[in-house]
Each structure stands twice: as C-alpha cells, then as structure tokens.
C-alpha cells in the first residue's frame, strides 16, 4: 500500500505454537469453570515456523514469496503477484532479517501439549493457521487501508513498523 518498502523480522529458522485468541479464551473460560484448580497448557500442539508464516501471510493477498540467504542475511523476494491493489515487481525484496529483532534469549522451538484441555475439558481449537492468518492479514489491511487515507489526505499518521 506504499507504506512501508520492506517487512522487518527476526529469526526466521524460529518454531512456534500459532494459537487464536478466540480458542484460548474458550479454553480459560472451560478452565474457569473447574470444581478443582489445577494446571493446563493452552495450546494447538503444532508448530510452524516464523518464515512459513509470513510465507502464508504474502500468499493471502495473492503474493509469492521465496526466501534466500541463511541468517541475517536472508530475505524475502517477489516470485509472483496475483493482485492488481498489490501489485509488486518480481524480485523485489519485501523481506529482510534485521539482527535487532532477535530475541536476547531465542528460544528455537515453543510447542505446548494441549492433551490435558483435550481430554479434560473436550477442547480442541477451531482454528488453524490458515484461519488466524486470514484474520490478522484481514485486520491489518483494514488498519493500513484507513492510514494510507489519512496520509493521502496531508495528516500524521503512527508508525505502525517499529
């Protein structure tokens, strides 16, 4: 939307367990409603990598990815655009490793085990992936949408990237 030239991430090569907040509010609320307290991981037990993700991301507005180089000099480059309101040359890198973003304690792998709230409370997620991210990439044109307006229109508007 021209607000941005680039994504700006961390570590890549880093695993995590992608939960929606909807299911995990179901699942408090099942917690919550226990005679006993006890202990429970929320969580959907499968884990995917932060490159994926944003792989998946590009893809629900219709834009290809690949990605080259290995740590911080990885990035993201254009393989195809599908959508006319985005369209973006092929090759251009819209993704870049930025070593600030690394998190000081990286931790490679988050995956909880949701048996316990499987089992005990019948939860299951009703989301996957694909779902959450349809929703965020949803969310954040709407977001981007009413600042690219409002920029348009000679107002400030707030750094959303950093």
């Given amino acids: 939307m021209g607000l941005q030239d680039k ?4 570590n890549l090569d880093a695993r995590r367990d992608w939960g929606h907040a909807k299911d995990y509010v179901e699942a408090m609320y099942l917690i919550l409603q226990q005679d006993t307290a006890e ?7 499968i884990t995917t990598p932060v490159r994926e993700f944003v792989r998946l ?5 219709g834009i290809d990815i690949e990605f080259t180089g290995n740590g911080v000099n990885e990035k993201g480059i254009v393989v195809s655009c599908s959508n006319p309101a985005h369209q973006l040359e092929i090759g251009k890198e819209v993704v870049n490793v930025d070593k600030q973003y690394f998190r ?12 316990k709230c499987n089992q005990k409370l019948g939860w299951k997620p ?11 990439v ?8 009413k600042e690219k307006l409002l920029k348009n229109s000679g107002y400030s508007i707030k750094n959303q990237f950093e």
């Avoid at 000081?104 to 048996?115: F, H, M």
């Fill in 39 to 45: 202990d429970f991981v929320i969580a959907t037990g």
């Fill in 104 to 115: 000081p304690t990286e931790v490679e792998l988050l995956i909880g085990d949701p048996t």
């Fill in 7 to 10: 994504l700006y991430l961390g």
């Fill in 138 to 145: 949803a969310a954040d044109l709407d977001l981007f949408e």
């Fill in 126 to 136: 009703k989301y996957n992936l694909k779902g959450l991210i349809s929703e965020m």
């Fill in 57 to 61: 991301a590009f893809a629900e507005v």
